[in-house]
Nanobody
Framework: QVQLVESGGGLVQAGGSLRLSCAAS????????MGWFRQAPGKEREFVAA????????TYRDSVKGRFTISRDNAKNTVYLQMNSLKPEDTAVYYC?????????WGQGTQVTVSS
């Protein structure tokens, strides 16, 4: 059974930083592109960033470009999202999944709250 577990969220002031982690069990992630997604209250889940299986290619939504960095450590079967210069509008539950996402692989997510 595949399980993706997100961690690293928390409460931070605007301008602060957080590093999210996504650890996988039941599947080796190294063969797959992976992504981070987020869902703010009252809004649909949206794409944040993605990374190719090798880590050689990354993509970001426009609003996080230059502030967020996605990376991966295939030896640790883990994907990361470094978030800098956080803004209140980044407040959301953050999830990882394959990219494109697989419906049955959504985890519980990790809450990120940015105060102004």
């Amino acid at each position: 059974q595949v399980q993706l577990v997100e961690s690293g969220g928390g409460l931070v002031q605007a301008g602060g930083s957080l590093r999210l982690s996504c650890a996988a069990s039941g599947r080796t992630l190294s063969r797959f592109g992976m992504g981070w997604f987020r869902q703010a209250p009252g809004k649909e889940r949206e794409f944040v960033a993605a990374i190719s299986w090798s880590g050689g290619s990354t993509t970001y939504r426009d609003s996080v470009k230059g502030r967020f960095t996605i990376s991966r450590d295939n030896a640790k079967n883990t994907v990361y999202l470094q978030m800098n210069s956080l803004k209140p509008e980044d407040t959301a539950v953050y999830y990882c999944n394959h990219q494109p996402p697989v419906q049955g692989y959504w985890g519980q997510g990790t809450q990120v709250t940015v105060s102004s």
